[in-house]
């Protein structure tokens, strides 16, 4: 059974820090893995998709990278602004046609 | 990409009424999923919509408690069935199409906050 983990749990950190969040997979034959934003009361906001076959996908100041021999991925977030500050959820896809596994999110503060 | 709409947005229901949340997508979708998100929590997967089939129900969750709708590709209704204070909840509209060009990216709505009272 498919588990996702994420830490920290929260993160605060100053404007214009580069800052990395984590997350763990403990089933290695992963589809795809997701990375989502959510604002408070809101539903979620898709940051970036990685298949399987790749290592890293980038848009513009994010960039998360996977590593399905260890179980990891990371979102790697540079020169973060206060408006980056949201709860942050990566999710693990098994097969194109199935569910998806979300881990619990890290909450992200940046102060200005 | 796909833009997913639900209603309502928020609501405040008496205990023990019933709720139907409804769910449009722009574009046709082979999947659509329904999530509930309790307050603090991530999120929670309550069933797989199936078009034209009954819906495929997660642990915990059953269909007399959260009836689920798809008649076509692109429309589902969750209902929320004799709620309780801890129905209390964001749900979750999600879909998903298994194509190359999407990459299988899921989407959300905005979803529905109830509150019962």
């Known amino acids: 059974k498919q588990e996702v983990t994420q830490i920290p749990a929260a993160l605060s950190v100053p404007e214009g820090e580069n800052l990395v969040l984590n997350c763990s997979f403990t089933d290695s034959a992963i589809y795809n893995l997701q990375w989502f934003r959510q604002d408070p009361g809101k539903g979620l906001t898709s940051l970036l998709l990685?298949?399987?076959?790749?290592r890293e996908q980038t848009s513009g100041r994010l960039n998360a990278s996977l590593d399905k021999s260890s179980g990891r991925s990371t979102l790697y977030i540079a020169a973060s602004q206060p408006g980056d500050s949201a709860t942050y959820l990566c999710?693990?896809?098994?097969?194109?046609?199935?569910?998806?596994?979300f881990g619990p999110g890290t909450s992200l503060s940046v102060i200005p | 990409s796909a833009v997913i709409s639900q209603k309502p947005s928020r609501d405040i229901c008496q205990r023990g009424t019933s709720l139907t949340i409804q769910c449009q997508v722009d574009?046709?979708?082979?999947?659509m999923f329904w999530y509930r998100q309790q307050p603090g929590q991530s999120l929670t997967l309550i069933a797989t919509a199936n078009q034209g089939s009954e819906a495929t129900y997660e642990s915990g969750f059953v269909i007399d408690k959260f009836p689920i709708s798809r008649p076509n590709l692109t429309f589902s209704t969750l209902t929320v069935s004799n709620m309780s204070p801890e129905d209390s909840s964001i749900y979750l509209c999600?879909?998903?199409?298994?194509?190359?060009?999407?990459?299988?990216?899921?989407?959300f709505g905005e979803g529905s906050w109830l509150t019962v009272v």
């Open positions: 999710a693990a896809g098994k097969t194109s046609y199935d569910k998806v596994i």
């Open positions: 990685i298949q399987s076959s790749q």
């Open positions: 999600s879909a998903k199409s298994r194509d190359r060009l999407s990459g299988n990216t899921i989407y």
């Open positions: 574009s046709q979708v082979t999947m």
